[in-house]
Every structure is written in C-alpha cells, then in structure tokens.
Nanobody, 124 residues
C-alpha cells in the first residue's frame, strides 16, 4: 500500500519560492507516476505537475510552466516540487498523488492514492 507524506508548505509572499517534498513508500507496480495536485477552496482539484518513475518524463500545467520544477531522488524515494515566482493564485493545499499514469489539469473524481496535503499560502 502506497504511503505519501508531503512537507514544505508554508506562507510566502508573492514572488517568493517554496520547495515541496513527497516521501513515498509502499509502491506497487502500478504506481508509475507521482504527481502534484492542488485544491483551493471552492475549486476543483488540479494536477499541476507529474513525473514518471520509469523514464523520468515530466509534465506541467500551463499555469505553472516556467515557474515550477518537479524532480525525483529515487535513492530517497522522494519527489520534489520547486515553486518559484509564486502568485496568490497558487494558494492551495498541495497533494502528492501516486497513480498508474500522469494526469494534468482539473479533475472532478477520485484518482490515484493521495497524501495528506500541505498548505501553501501566497500573500499579495
């Protein structure tokens, strides 16, 4: 059973940076993708970035391209999300998600295995 623990969230001013970490364990063979989703109050969940374990291909939502970078340290079983040039619109709870494949963009249903989330708040 997959266990995902996010950390690194916090309060930052617009234009600042944060680095989120996702410590993963208990992968199954189906868990090829580790992605970052976010959800703001009253909004749907949105996949913002994803990395595939098999080939290290990365994917980004248009809203974060050029600002966010996803990476992985396989020796540590950890995935990171470096977030630069943060905007108030980035304020949300960020979740690490393990799934068979990468999904980017809004979703309305259940998808994959989720961590507990870490709060990111960007002040204007």
């Amino acid at each position: 059973e997959v266990q995902l623990v996010e950390s690194g969230g916090g309060l930052v001013q617009a234009g600042g940076s944060l680095r989120l970490s996702c410590a993963a364990s208990g992968f199954t063979f189906d868990d090829d993708a580790i992605g970052w989703f976010r959800q703001a109050p009253g909004k749907e969940r949105e996949g913002v970035s994803c990395i595939r374990r098999t080939d290290s291909n990365t994917y980004y939502a248009d809203s974060v391209k050029g600002r966010f970078t996803i990476s992985s340290d396989n020796a540590k079983n950890t995935v990171y999300l470096q977030m630069n040039s943060l905007k108030p619109e980035d304020t949300a709870v960020y979740y690490c998600v393990a799934s068979p494949f990468c999904v980017i963009g809004p979703i309305t249903g259940d998808f994959g295995s989720w961590g507990q989330g870490t709060q990111v708040t960007v002040s204007s």
